[in-house]
């Protein structure tokens, strides 16, 4: 998170700082509730139990992920050809 670029007490550290915590806390909170709830009929799970959960919530968002990730692959494109361009002015 640090590399020595930023100060501790400078905005935006803080800001970065307060997002790397708010996205670990929601991360670790949702993974003990898919355990829970994994757990929920009276076996304890394992980490294969998590994967095989999580491969089939990837299976039922298949479509919208392959759609963004297609928007993002045409976004980068035009970003380096526009990145590209402005060089070629230089």
Do not use: W
Not at 3 to 17: E, I, N, W
Not at 52 to 78: D, G, P, S, V, W
Request: aromatic share 6%; proline share 1%; hydrophobic share 40%.
């Amino acid at each position: 998170m640090v590399h020595g670029r930023v100060s501790p007490t400078s905005a935006v550290f803080q800001k970065d700082l307060r997002l790397a915590h708010d996205v670990t806390r929601t991360a670790l909170f949702r993974g003990l509730e898919i355990h829970c709830h994994l757990d929920d009929n009276g076996n304890m799970t394992a980490l294969g139990d998590l994967h095989t959960f999580f491969e089939r919530e990837l299976a039922k968002k298949q479509h919208l992920l392959r759609r963004l990730y297609a928007e993002l692959k045409i976004k980068n494109r035009m970003r380096r050809k526009a990145t590209v361009l402005q060089l070629q002015k230089l």
